[in-house]
């Protein structure tokens, strides 16, 4: 039996053999299975991400071109993934309470990126060591009726009336 010529993985751009199982094949070429994964995975937080900012400044106002290139900047020139550039726009815009201006697009992503981490990552330790519910039991707790001392008839009412 013939060997597979070997194919490129069109994310990573390494050869490697084609065996069952170990790619994925699209109209635009072989993937390793693990390049393609990584490559859904961005789609999917990219999409989110404009569906944050279309819920923010609505679909008409979003300048797509400019948006998906200050993301391919901030993921390769400055290491940051897309779900910590939608993390910092939730953080600005719900606990910053800041503007986004849609003609800048999220070009104020990298000046707020380190401080967005760090506010989650805290959120992620405290909520971490916050105790678990504890877990409640019904206890039955009779109370028995207050006894009053109460004032006998110290003074004979009836005796007074009568005479």
């Not at 948006?67 to 390769?76: E, F, S, V």
């Not at 380190?114 to 109370?143: Q, W």
Request: glycine share 4%; charged share 30%; with cysteine.
């Amino acid at each position: 039996m013939a060997q597979q010529k070997p194919v490129i993985c069109q994310h990573c751009r390494e050869k490697f053999v084609r065996v069952e199982g170990n790619f994925e094949k699209t109209s635009k070429g072989f993937y390793h299975i693990d390049c393609y994964k990584q490559i859904q995975k961005n789609k999917d937080d990219t999409e989110v991400l404009f569906d944050f900012l279309r819920e923010v400044w609505g679909d008409n106002f979003i300048n797509y071109p400019l948006i998906r290139k200050q993301i391919k900047d901030l993921t390769t020139r400055n290491n940051m993934t897309v779900q910590g550039i939608t993390g910092t726009l939730v953080y600005l815009t719900n606990v910053k309470k800041m503007r986004l201006i849609p003609k800048m697009g999220i070009a104020i992503v990298p000046y707020h990126y380190v401080n967005a981490r760090n506010y989650f990552e805290e959120k992620e330790r405290l909520k971490s060591t916050i105790i678990p519910d504890i877990v409640s039991k019904t206890v039955e707790v009779e109370i028995k009726p207050q006894q009053t001392n109460k004032m006998k008839n110290l003074i004979d009412l009836d005796s007074l009336l009568e005479e």
